[in-house]
């Protein structure tokens, strides 16, 4: 087990409803990235939240936001939700030792999301 | 475009057989990071090794062996002597050190080992 956790497990939700889903991240882990995995596919890069601030974001439109608490849990959450944002949602964390570092990301079980 | 390819969708082997998992990356960093993950069934992706791009040195860990080759973009994995558990969806991933924070991951190989 890696010690990164996610909740809820499973989620389901209607088109147009919003919805947070929380990571915690590894002891000692000072960065969360957000990963979207759709049925079949590898996980896309939706942000990353470094010393509470976004620092990187995929292709991905503004109705994904995040935050990133002093204790280093985050939040994902989706307005306005479509059809196609049914998906497995996957936290990473890292210790990050340099702003510009890149450090093997350890990920959580996931949230798994269906919007009807 | 794809930074990350793994052309082979599923493969089937019989237990005790080796199998070779391709991976294929694009880059125009100097400087990037190769990953190899594991998805089992319950979803949590599982890190098996990160390789630099300075280090072109195969590594073999127990039944586990990457190969790296830059001259051909490829960072492929072989699991020697197959066993029911490495039954799994196999991702490699890509970082580059111009977007640091991103992981690219291709589409993975989904491995059956039957009994």
């Known amino acids: 087990e890696t010690g990164v956790t996610q909740s809820p497990t499973h989620l389901i939700k209607t088109r147009g409803q919003q919805v947070t889903l929380r990571c915690s991240s590894q002891?000692?882990?000072?960065?969360v990235s957000w990963y979207q995995q759709a049925l079949g596919q590898g996980p896309q890069f939706i942000f990353q939240?470094?010393?509470?601030?976004?620092?990187g974001r995929g292709n991905f439109p503004p109705r994904f936001s995040g935050l990133q608490f002093p204790n280093y849990s985050s939040e994902l959450n989706v307005n306005a939700l479509e059809l196609d944002d049914s998906a497995l949602y996957l936290c990473?964390?890292?210790?990050?030792?340099?702003?510009?570092?890149?450090?093997?990301?350890?990920f959580g079980p996931g949230t798994r999301l269906t919007v009807l | 475009a794809q930074k990350v390819t793994q052309a082979q969708t599923e493969i089937s082997v019989v237990e005790k057989e080796d199998v070779t998992l391709d991976c294929v990356y694009e880059?125009?960093?100097?400087?990037?990071?190769l990953f190899w993950y594991k998805q089992p069934p319950s979803g949590e992706l599982v890190f098996l090794i990160r390789?630099?791009?300075?280090?072109?040195q195969n590594e073999i860990s127990g039944r586990y062996s990457w190969n790296f080759q830059k001259s051909t973009s490829s960072f492929n994995f072989t699991i020697t002597a197959s066993q029911v558990v490495d039954s799994a969806v196999y991702f490699c991933a890509l970082s580059e050190a111009s977007t640091g924070n991103q992981f690219y991951f291709g589409t993975g190989t989904s491995l059956t080992v039957i009994p």
């Open positions: 990473a964390s890292t210790s990050r030792r340099f702003e510009d570092s890149t450090d093997t990301q350890y």
């Open positions: 939240y470094y010393r509470e601030e976004e620092n």
């Open positions: 390789r630099n791009s300075f280090d072109e």
């Open positions: 880059t125009r960093d100097t400087t990037y990071y």
């Open positions: 002891s000692g882990h000072n960065t």
